[in-house]
């Protein structure tokens, strides 16, 4: 009994550490990609992943919104890490949630004058960002279904 407990324990460690390893690599990754498209499409105008990032919580009364994802999930990392499996998974079902609801507006502030213009299109940078949520949520789901009585 004793050794099935360690191993438990060893694959619930794994796990973590795969959920974490994957989910900040994707958001990383979303970083450095176009997010999505503003403006008619010879205009188009790309949003890069990392300005979008440090940016989008001016607009955190329209489209914006979706940026509160982001505490969302980094939050999520560190609770994960330390053990609250139940509120590291509440945690990740908002970010996802909120990453998605993006998807339901269909203009965004472009400008410090808070001009708006139209999203034309999502580009990889926004759907890596939604992989990093969604990991994230299914890594959190495998760990509390399966580890949050035997630990």
Do not use: R
Not at 10 to 29: G, Q
Not at 48 to 72: C, H, K, R
Not at 96 to 113: K, R, T
């Amino acid at each position: 009994m004793k050794n099935e407990t360690k191993m438990n324990q060893h694959l619930f460690k794994n796990v973590k550490i795969l959920t974490i390893s994957l989910s900040v690599l994707m958001f990383l990754a979303s970083l450095t990609q176009n997010a999505y498209y503003l403006g008619e499409h010879e205009e188009s105008v790309g949003s890069f992943g990392l300005i979008a990032f440090l940016l989008g919580w001016m607009g955190v009364f329209g489209a914006g919104i979706s940026w509160l994802a982001n505490p969302f999930l980094i939050i999520s990392w560190g609770i994960l890490t330390f053990g609250n499996l139940k509120k590291s998974l509440i945690l990740s079902v908002l970010a996802l949630l909120f990453s998605l609801s993006f998807m339901l507006f269909n203009d965004i502030i472009a400008n410090e004058g808070g001009g708006h213009k139209v999203i034309t299109s999502y580009d990889i940078g926004y759907y890596l960002w939604v992989s990093s949520c969604g990991i994230n949520l299914l890594g959190n789901l495998i760990l509390y279904k399966n580890y949050k009585n035997s630990l």
